[in-house]
T-cell receptor
């Protein structure tokens, strides 16, 4: 099976940088994804790491260390609109590569 | 493209009633998924499909059924609704064994 751990809540100041960590335990691993979900909305895809290292997409970056079963999402130049829940998700290495989501980190950006 | 659409947006069911949640996508995606999300929690996979005629159970399939007769549609059937099925249901699709899933707007279901 799969299990993922993320902090439940994080608060950060507008304009600052915040890092949201994700550790996972899986029976097979193919990649780590990150999704954003605003209150009342649907999840939207942010980034994916299949290999170790850093992936950058604008203000958002995501990092993966397969040997440590660990990844993080880095948000720079925080804006109020970044207040949302962020979910890490693991894709397993089974035949259909199902995705298992973490319980999410609620980010509050304050002025 | 409309993307992934879900109907209805909201529904209240009485215990023991049945209903079908509709999901459709117009992106010609092979993979489709049903998730439920309880308040303050992550998404739990109910069922998924890798193509027309092929479905499989996810993490929490009990009390639900699915069918996939076409590439576009992936309805979720609730039989004998129970209060434990009160949740927000999201349908998603992806092109293939890729990492990016596209989500519908969700159906908010209350069973009383």
């Amino acid at each position: 099976g799969q299990s993922l751990e993320q902090p439940s809540e994080v608060t950060a100041v507008e304009g600052a940088i915040v890092q949201i960590n994700c550790t996972y335990q899986t029976s097979g691993f193919y990649g780590l994804s990150w999704y954003q979900q605003h209150d009342g909305g649907a999840p939207t895809f942010l980034s994916y790491n299949g290999l170790d290292g850093l992936e950058e997409t604008g203000r958002f970056s995501s990092f993966l260390s397969r040997s440590d079963s660990y990844g993080y999402l880095l948000l720079q130049e925080l804006q109020m609109k970044d207040s949302a829940s962020y979910f890490c998700a693991v894709r397993d290495s089974g035949g259909y590569q199902k995705v298992t989501f973490g319980t999410g980190t609620k980010l509050q950006v304050i002025p | 493209n409309a993307g992934v659409t879900q109907t209805p947006k909201f529904r209240i069911l009485k215990i023991g009633q049945s209903m079908t949640l509709q999901c459709a996508q117009d992106m010609n995606h092979n993979y489709m998924y049903w998730y439920r999300q309880d308040p303050g929690m992550g998404l739990k996979l109910i069922y998924y499909s890798v193509g027309a005629g092929i479905t499989d159970k996810g993490e929490v399939p009990n009390g639900y059924n699915v069918s996939r007769s076409t590439t576009e549609d992936f309805p979720l059937r609730l039989e004998l609704a129970a209060p434990s099925q009160t949740s927000v249901y999201f349908c998603a699709s992806s092109l293939d064994r890729t990492y990016e899933q596209y989500f519908g707007p969700g159906t908010r279901l209350t069973v009383t």
